[in-house]
Every structure is written in C-alpha cells, then in structure tokens.
C-alpha cells in the first residue's frame, strides 16, 4: 500500500499571487498527475509527468506550471491567480503511463481566491 | 473527439433497490473505462476497470458495469444498494491509442434508508 499527501489542506490567496501546491507519494509510481475540480463537474488534466523530470501538459495546463523535481514529488503553480476563484486540485499517481493502470488520489488542496 | 458524458447529475433511490449510474463514451477505437467513487469529503477512489475481454468487470464494494460497444456505455450497476453506497460516481475514459484521459461530471447518489 501507499499513501499519496498533498500540501497544504487549504490554500487562500490574492488575486495575481502566484501559488504553489505540493504533491508527495510513497508508491514508487513513475507517473504522477494534476487535475482541477470545479464544483459539480468532473475533473480536468492540467499536468502529468511520466517520470522524474518529465512534465507534459494536459488540457488546462494555461495559467500553471509545474515541476518533478524526484520521482516521489510533484508540484503544481498557479502562475497568476484570479480573483474569485474556487477550486479543489487533486493529484493522482500511477504505476506507469498509457497502461491501463489505476490512479489513486490525494486528498486535494481546496484554493480560494479573494 | 474524445469525451465521457453521464447523463444524470443526480440518482435518488431507497435502500434495497437496485441502482444502475449512466456512462457512454465517443471515442473511434476501443477505450480503456474506469469507474471512482467519491466520498463526502474524501478523494476519488477506484471501484473498477475495463481493459478487455469479458465485458462484464467486477469491482469493489460489490460494483460491476458492462461494456457495450454496441451504444459505447459503460454502466455501474449495484443491487441491493446500501445507504454507505451515497456518494459522487466518475466515469473516466483512457484513450488506448493517445492515452490521453477524460472524466465525466459525475452523478452524485443520494441512497435513502
């Protein structure tokens, strides 16, 4: 088993902050994930990255950057934050990329902006 | 295109019936589909997969959905259904040839005592 952690709980920030989120896991995955969650829809990619230093963009990936420093982190920035945004990023890991393989998921970082 | 459509946001039904949440796809070969469960105030959680062969998948907690080809659905189905069954469902989609990955908005199950 394994546990995947993200950091902090809950983020509040200003309009035009830039934010940083962090993601670990102690599966030994090589490949880690970031979506966003908006209230009552599903959820988005916004990076991936196959292994350690590799980054790839998913389909939201405009506004954030992101960085895998070592295979067991994974952290995502919100470049410029906007105002009045709400939301819930979850990061996921998964044994391989393009495999079929199952994600498991954090707890999520809950982002308000005000 | 590639997408992932549940149709209903919400599913109310009592405990003992059985319950059937709603997946098709577009996608022009064969997916991979999976199945989360999310708890109040927890993450997503895997319930189960479709890779290939049998198109019937047994999951956990005494989920199973069906691949049909036919109407590209993917349903999970439960019966009896169990008031701990309350939750929000996803249905994701995993291209086979981009492997690229998409969820649908979810339904959210209300099971009443």
């Known amino acids: 088993g394994g546990i995947i952690t993200q950091t902090p709980k809950f983020l509040i920030g200003q309009e035009g902050q830039k934010l940083t989120l962090k993601c670990q896991q102690n599966?030994?995955?090589?490949?880690m994930y970031w979506y966003r969650q908006d209230s009552g829809k599903g959820l988005r990619l916004i990076y991936y990255s196959i292994t350690e230093n590799d980054l790839q963009k998913g389909d939201l990936s405009e506004g954030y950057d992101a960085s895998r420093e070592k295979k067991s982190s994974f952290s995502l920035t919100v470049t410029s934050a906007q105002k009045n945004e709400m939301a819930v990023f979850l990061c996921a890991s998964s044994l391989d990329w393009g495999g079929r393989d199952t994600q498991y998921f954090g707890p999520g970082t809950r982002l308000l902006v005000l | 295109a590639q997408s992932v459509d549940q149709p209903d946001a919400h599913v109310t039904l009592s405990e003992g019936a059985s319950l059937e949440l709603r997946c098709s796809y577009s996608y022009s070969a064969a997916p991979y589909l999976f199945w989360y469960v999310q708890y109040p105030g927890q993450s997503l959680q895997f319930l189960l997969k479709?890779?290939?062969?049998?198109?019937v998948v047994k999951g956990t907690k005494g989920f199973e959905a069906e691949f049909r080809k036919s109407n590209s659905s993917f349903n999970l189905k439960k019966s009896p259904a169990h008031w701990s069954d309350s939750a929000k469902y996803f249905c994701?989609?995993?291209?086979?040839?981009?492997?690229?990955?998409?969820f649908g908005d979810g339904t959210q199950l209300v099971v009443k005592p």
């Open positions: 479709y890779i290939t062969g049998d198109t």
């Open positions: 599966f030994n995955h090589d490949t």
């Open positions: 994701a989609l995993e291209g086979r040839s981009n492997n690229r990955i998409f």
